[in-house]
């Protein structure tokens, strides 16, 4: 019987009582509950990551407008400024991260991990964690499978989407899973990676989602990149041992706990926060259908 | 969702954006449709409802679900052409908004289609994620994912039919997950809507078709493969 991915601990005990490093349990799961074959699964997940890369490659080339223009080529522009606040590495991770996400919200093809609004977050962190380090593919398809163990987590006790537990729920969880896989890839013990998860957790809760216009572009693609950021940032301080104090268990309890007292104009809904500003009802009022024939409330269609 | 999430639920699916609900459930409503109706349509008219009424443009569910309609799959990167595809294949298309349609839910297209003589309403709801739920074939209630192999069989309201049909599908050892049954009005039409674990050979396929008492058979397989 594979490991059901309930909790941490629990994915922590299993390793060490089978000596089995964390992607295993994973590969495990997908066979058990799917009835997939580990070089199917390993294959499908080398296929995703070569989709992440060609994302972040588009989003650097081609034309990103959006149908609403709020998103306009930010992501080239980022990474061909001449003057890098931090390191030429770091205006890359963020311009990587931004591409792939423009490439989602202009129609271009992702993957949605673990949703199509995080959909930058792992492109850019992995990518250039693999230049950085020159990393072997299947070193960032184990990253990965590691992931989707942190996002299978995540799901059973908190949730993935933005209707339901805020913006925290997807691009925290996004940031969650890259910066544990990150860890992971350069060689983390358990113990740091789920470090890294509970402090990238820490750092993004309370993250509500209140996209202008509804649209998955404002604020979206910006945080796309910041997520890349912390994630990088809790990895940073997870390898150096640094302890996160709060279980990441806990960590994950926690990010429930708020989403479920978030209140719905923060879900999604656009009726909050970014959404309900002034300038965004205006951009609202420009970008969606005014056309549209509206029921009386007691009339029913047909 | 029935069962365990899958690694790929988590590392994926691999979609066009912009939203797995209003991207990628969309034109998979379309894809469902189409095998409803047999083809690609002449004629489409398109109405969203709720909350896809005033988004559909910006989150491209209009160019998705004439994607979907031209059968192209959610990981088709002409979806972001699809206008264009439409006008090379003779696709002709309009868009309605509906608001406020209380009986539907939040994330609602129906698809009414003509090809020659022939014509469908189908009314799908996106649930999240990519996955759907086909609520409505020509007005009977029909309540299916389109993930399993489908099968929709409007049948004249005999006795014994719901046994009949079952036992035929056993005999080729396929599991039925669920199965519906709606008719109009008592001995009028009856509309079975059955979902499967596994396809159906040809010729079950065409033994059911030949039976006097059934008036239509429709069989969707996995609309994703």
Known sequence: MSYLFETFKGWKAYCEEKDVPLYQPVLEYEVDQKGKEEGAIREGILRAYRVMREAVETGLKEDMTSRSGMINNGAKKVYNHKLSVLSPEFQKLISRALAAKEVNSCMGRVVAAPTAGASGILPGTLYTLQEIHDLPDESIVEGLLVGAGIALIIEQNASLAGAVGGCQAETGSAAAMASGAMVYCLGGSIEQVFNAVGITIQCMLGLVCDPVAGLVEIPCVVRNASAAAIANSSAQIALADVDAVIPVDECVEAMGEIGASMENKYKETALGGLAATLTGQQIAKRVLIQDIEILPDEELPE | ?225
């Open chain 2, 1 to 225: 969702m029935a069962g365990k999430s899958s690694v790929f639920d988590m590392i994926g699916p691999v979609m066009i954006g912009p939203s797995s609900s209003h991207t990628a459930g969309v034109v998979r409503i379309g894809r469902a449709a189409i095998r409803v109706l047999g083809g690609i349509p002449d004629e489409a008219l398109i109405t969203f409802y709720n909350s896809f009424a005033r988004t559909y443009e910006g989150h491209g569910s209009d160019r998705a679900i004439i994607g979907g309609l031209l059968d192209m799959k959610t990981d088709d990167d002409r979806i972001k052409t699809a206008f264009e595809v439409a006008k090379e294949k003779g696709l002709q298309y309009s868009f309605k908004s509906i608001g406020n349609a209380s009986v539907y839910h939040p994330n609602t297209v129906k698809v009414n289609l003509t090809k020659g003589t022939k014509k469908v309403e189908v009314i799908g709801e996106s649930l999240g994620g990519g996955l759907i739920n086909i609520s409505k074939v020509d007005g009977f209630n029909a309540d299916f994912s389109a993930q399993a192999h489908t099968l929709i069989i409007k049948a004249q309201d005999v006795s014994g039919a719901i046994a009949f049909i079952s036992s035929v599908i056993a005999q080729e050892k396929t599991n039925i997950a669920t199965m519906s049954v709606s008719r109009k009005g008592k001995n009028d039409i009856a509309c079975h809507v059955i979902e499967m674990d596994s396809g159906l050979q040809p010729i079950t396929i065409e033994y059911l078709k030949s039976l006097p008492w059934i008036k239509e058979l429709i069989y969707i397989p996995d609309i994703d493969l």
